[in-house]
């Protein structure tokens, strides 16, 4: 999937806490002590490449989680994934559509999985509450954006039914109050 540069600079940029700034731990390391899965490594993995210079190669990394991680599998695999996704192609939504679209598919994925997500959340951490969802939050700010305070509405009204962290009461009034301005 990479070209030798790119594998390089993987090699030279990631560095995780802890690690010798002159070790290749993707490389010259067993990884058969970790906890995570493949995809979880990789969507990790892909956020120390999301900036402007190296955008290309979180996207890789990224669409090869997503790949490790299908619709129907390990579905906090696909979570957290598709949060990752999302943010990704979200900072590109400037500069491309393409991105923007690429950004609102991962939301809308991650929220159609949000109620199975929600059960594994409480089941692997029963004793927390869910956590905030991601998909949820990042759809309602496009949504607001774009002016569609009605559908925005119904996905916060959504999110709190099932449980997701954050103060939808406020984002909902907030919403209304804006819809109430543009009518």
Same mark, same amino acid.
């Given at each position: 999937?990479?070209?030798?540069?790119?594998?390089?600079?993987?090699?030279?940029?990631?560095?995780?806490?802890?690690?010798?700034?002159?070790?290749?731990?993707?490389?010259?390391?067993?990884?058969?002590?970790?906890?995570?899965?493949?995809?979880?490594?990789? *969507? $990790? &993995?892909?956020?120390?490449?999301?900036?402007?210079?190296? %955008?290309? @190669?979180?996207? =890789?990394?990224?669409?090869?989680? !997503?790949?490790?991680?299908?619709?129907?599998?390990?579905?906090?695999?696909?979570?957290?994934?598709?949060?990752?996704?999302?943010?990704?192609?979200?900072?590109?939504?400037?500069?491309?559509?393409?991105?923007?679209?690429?950004?609102?598919?991962?939301?809308?994925?991650?929220?159609?999985?949000?109620?199975?997500?929600?059960?594994?959340?409480?089941?692997?951490?029963?004793? *927390? $509450? &869910?956590?905030?969802?991601?998909?949820?939050?990042?759809? %309602?700010? @496009?949504?607001? =954006?774009?002016?569609?305070?009605? !559908?925005?509405?119904?996905?916060?009204?959504?999110?709190?039914?099932?449980?997701?962290?954050?103060?939808?009461?406020?984002?909902?009034?907030?919403?209304?109050?804006?819809?109430?301005?543009?009518?």
């Amino acid at each position: 999937t990479f070209t030798q540069e790119e594998r390089d600079h993987i090699e030279e940029v990631f560095h995780p806490m802890g690690a010798n700034p002159s070790s290749k731990p993707l490389t010259h390391r067993d990884l058969s002590h970790t906890s995570q899965t493949a995809a979880r490594l990789l *969507q $990790a &993995l892909a956020g120390w490449f999301n900036n402007p210079r190296d %955008r290309e @190669i979180a996207k =890789k990394i990224i669409n090869k989680a !997503e790949e490790l991680a299908p619709t129907g599998g390990n579905v906090l695999d696909r979570h957290f994934t598709l949060s990752e996704k999302m943010v990704i192609y979200y900072r590109e939504r400037e500069t491309s559509p393409e991105a923007m679209e690429k950004a609102i598919q991962a939301c809308r994925e991650q929220i159609a999985t949000a109620p199975e997500a929600a059960k594994a959340f409480l089941k692997e951490y029963p004793w *927390q $509450a &869910l956590p905030a969802h991601a998909g949820y939050e990042q759809l %309602r700010i @496009i949504l607001d =954006k774009q002016g569609d305070f009605d !559908e925005a509405i119904k996905l916060c009204e959504q999110a709190k039914s099932q449980g997701w962290t954050d103060d939808w009461d406020k984002q909902i009034e907030t919403l209304k109050k804006r819809r109430a301005r543009v009518k």
